[in-house]
């Protein structure tokens, strides 16, 4: 008759972190069979008259074959783990062994423990409160390429990441790689928790930042817990909430859409032609592509060099003026930018003066807003997301000097006079900052995207959108 085998969890190590049902498998068991280093953990609670069997770091295969042999002699054994035995343990060996040699005859059973992250979370305070992934960065059973697919996923994904074997003495340089990517996913400021030997004698605490840890403080016996875009630090606590306040907490919490918002913006970036766009076109350049879903933008966004850059720059320091052809163009814009700065948007299609004008000189309501416009605000920024008659008439009078405009964004949309009315801006822009979507594409809302860009030019270098929704 053959006996069965259980494998255990230790937890950390220490008595009162075990499982009243760890103990009682080990205090009846035949044989207890582990790592000699774990096996000293639990020595005082080991039977006398137990058959002991230790072995060292990678005899796992070892260890697991001869729980099987000695299960089918009929004896009870249990198998130890560090931490929880189904995570980075024994159990999913034993299990697997089980299968593909033919020991379908002998019972096996897992008595969880409390892992390794667990404990490490618990020392920090709540970092796994919401969604989490577990890693390891040992590439002994899996090759590296697949582990930093993973990586990246998981930084993508926004996911609260625990990092099991983050370096040893001869694998340094996988932790500054997983460093590199998450920095690629993640601001640099986000919480990072690293506990040594949780729960045992030389245990080591302490919080960081993704950007400031240190891949060198780092060892087999630390774990790694790096925080999503919700998680914040609050005195030694490390807390990743679930949204209970998260009306209370706008600058700590994002909301789902502005984290599908940024993953779209990475996906973006990843699938440009060029890398070597200038910042700030790229940064505006992408927010066209993501509300029309169009990779032609890369093509036909064109910029003066400097022109985001400058542009944010006067808009956000505040009193500025935005003239739009169209009320469409102002309803994209963003409102809590708009009002942090000060900033004032006008469209004079509906003024009253506007179709006396037209009637007058035989020309559109958008030429004569913008001749209107031209003469009460000569210094603000002019934005064209539909009409390419105002784009003509912005043109013509730079042409004949007779304004000098912060700058002017022309992206009217059609098949009349479009792509005319964006050659005459090119040719008489001068020294004037101008963006153009050059031929038959545009529209209202990418031109209200454009100015939103602008507004959000501080966040291009975190790839952090949509905070002013």
């Not at 299960?71 to 159990?91: K, N, T």
């Not at 009306?247 to 984290?259: C, D, L, T």
């Amino acid at each position: 008759m053959s006996g069965k085998i259980t494998v255990v969890g230790l937890g950390p190590g220490k008595l009162d972190m075990m499982t009243p049902r760890v103990i009682v498998a080990i205090q009846k068991a035949d044989a207890i069979i582990g790592y000699s280093y774990y096996l000293r953990l639990i020595e005082n609670l080991i039977p006398r008259n137990a058959l002991l069997i230790d072995g060292g770091m990678k005899k796992e295969r070892d260890r697991a074959e001869r729980a099987f042999i000695l299960a089918l002699e009929g004896l009870d054994v249990v198998v130890v783990s560090s931490g929880d035995a189904g995570v980075y343990g024994m159990a999913p060996l034993i299990m697997e062994m089980r299968q593909k040699k033919d020991y379908e005859c002998v019972a096996v059973s897992v008595v969880p423990g409390v892992s390794a992250f667990q404990s490490a979370a618990a020392k920090l305070g709540a970092p796994t409160g919401h969604d989490f992934c577990v890693l390891s960065l040992s590439d002994l059973l899996t090759p590296w390429e697949v582990i930093e697919h993973r990586i990246k996923a998981a930084a993508s994904a926004d996911f609260v990441t625990a990092v099991y074997n983050p370096k040893s003495q001869g694998r340094y340089w996988q932790i500054y790689r997983l460093k590199e990517l998450f920095l690629e996913e993640r601001p640099g400021n986000t919480p990072v928790g690293i506990v040594r030997h949780a729960d045992r004698d030389k245990e080591k605490v302490f919080i960081t930042t993704l950007s400031g840890f240190s891949p060198e403080s780092l060892d087999m016996f630390s774990i790694m817990i790096i925080g999503n875009q919700q998680t914040f630090t609050a005195g030694r606590s490390m807390v990743t909430p679930r949204g209970y306040f998260a009306e209370e907490m706008p600058n700590r919490a994002i909301g789902v859409g502005q984290s599908i918002m940024r993953n779209s913006f990475k996906r973006i970036e990843a699938q440009l032609k060029r890398s070597d766009h200038p910042y700030d076109t790229k940064w505006a350049m992408i927010h066209a592509i993501h509300t029309t879903a169009d990779f032609d933008f890369e093509d036909i966004f064109y910029a003066t060099p400097g022109t985001i850059e400058s542009l944010h720059n006067k808009l956000t320091a505040g009193g500025a003026t935005i003239i739009t052809d169209v009320t469409m163009v102002q309803s994209g814009l963003r409102k809590a930018a708009l009002e942090r700065y000060g900033i004032e948007t006008i469209c004079y299609l509906h003024d009253p003066r506007v179709p006396v004008m037209a009637n007058e000189l035989g020309i559109t309501r958008t030429q004569a807003g913008m001749r209107l416009a031209v003469r009460e605000h000569p210094g603000a920024l002019y934005v064209v997301g539909n009409a390419p008659t105002a784009l003509i008439e912005l043109s013509d009078l730079l042409h004949r000097e007779r304004y000098s405009p912060m700058g002017i964004i022309g992206a009217p949309v059609g098949f009349v006079n479009v792509v005319e009315s964006k050659l005459r801006l090119k040719a008489a822009c001068g020294t004037i900052p101008v963006v153009i979507i050059e031929g038959k594409k545009g529209g209202s809302t990418v031109a209200a995207t454009i100015v939103n860009a602008v507004l959000s030019l501080d966040d291009a270098k975190t790839m952090m959108p949509g905070r002013d929704v």
